[in-house]
């Protein structure tokens, strides 16, 4: 939760670094049998990960797993966004794929310096298939906002889309005036509380607002922590 607040009051994502990403499969969706396509798509991955970043979304709020496995187990908030403004060559699907991508090492020289960007980029982005439930998106920016006190480099709102809704988390806990603070910039966009389905396997919109916010007595702001 901390670090959502954070993002919406620093009005700023997290770049992930594409070698450190949590699948060692990440832009190497090629068949690497050849050792020297191998040898060329690790290196093509290396010096990519050095210029640009990633922002990881998914195109549907609603999965269940999205939130198990990255808010905290429902705890955090899910910040979502129109990219229907955005530069659209830099937002991306995944590739979903049950086998990797063949390559003719004779073609090689040619893809790796003449081939178009979604050619390149139908490669590089090819995950196995069972990751399909995240049915992600991707925005790739250029590294160069790294914070000097935690060396994470961010990419602003303001360069990639614009925020269109929050939704805090089932298990979350956090006090109305934490979210209206860290709200303050985007009096417009609307906030909602989410809860688990009452008949299907999803996360749907909590109708009573009661339950929106925490309000126990010995609640401490997570701005006297962030």
Known sequence: ????????????????????????????GVDLSDKNIRKSFITLRTELAKSFGII??????????LWSHYT??????????????SPQDLLLPVNYLDQRIPMDKNKLRHFLTK?????TMEKLLAKFSDWRYEKEVR???????KD????????GF???AYLSKVYIG?????????????????????????????QNFEIVRQQDKSRWYDKSADYKSYFEVV
């Open 170 to 198: 089932a298990e979350a806990k956090v006090s109305k005036a934490d979210m209206e603070f860290a709200m303050s910039a985007f009096p417009n966009v609307e906030v909602e509380k989410v809860r688990i389905g009452f």
């Open 72 to 85: 905290d187990k429902h705890k955090g908030l899910c910040l979502a966004f129109d990219f229907s403004k």
């Open 115 to 119: 081939a178009s960007i979604p050619e």
């Open 1 to 28: 939760m901390k670090w959502g607040l954070a993002a919406l009051k620093d009005q700023r994502l997290k770049q992930a670094i594409i070698t450190e990403l949590n699948d060692p499969f990440e832009h190497i």
């Open 148 to 155: 000097p006190i935690t060396g994470h480099y961010y990419l």
């Open 139 to 145: 925005f790739y920016a250029s590294l160069t906002e």
């Open 56 to 65: 990881c979304m998914s195109e549907k709020m609603s999965n269940p797993l």
């Open 158 to 160: 303001n360069k990639m």
